[in-house]
């Protein structure tokens, strides 16, 4: 059906292009959307901060933290995670949360008392928050993850209850 200069446009049906930024501005408006933008905004800066120090061994982890983040990102705000159900995205997402905070706790560490130039000192401060940052999400990724497998566990067939004679050691009978 096409309008007429003067018509005004249906506003129920949006265009595609837009619905694409409406849902990445729904996803990032969340606390999960947040907390990973923050993983990739900390990580990149990281990565820079790296680059311009004397402890460039350290800038692979930031990189892939930074890239990770952004897979996430994308993936969860264009809904991946509904479309392919044969990966555990909780898992996953929580089990590279915890591996990047320790990392990021441990380099951060390193950075901050083995190296003396500024940019190393920086880049171990941004660390000491990212860790803080990753935590957090690991924090409200459980939460999620724990409330998914209580869902899993109620099936339409229970367990059988054991009485408390079942597990008696008495012989008294």
Known sequence: MERSEGEDPDPTVAPPGTRLLLAFKAFVSSRKGLLLLSQAALSFIIFICYIASTAAAFMMVPLLTFLLALCFFISYSLK???KFRGIYWLLVDFLCGIIAAIIYFA????????????????????????TIVYCAYVYFTLNSLATFLKQGDSSDNPQPQKSENDDSDSDSD
């Open 80 to 82: 991946l995670d509904e």
């Open 107 to 130: 380099i951060s560490i390193a950075a901050v008392s083995k190296y003396s130039d500024t940019a190393s000192k920086a880049a171990g401060v941004f660390g000491f928050i990212a």
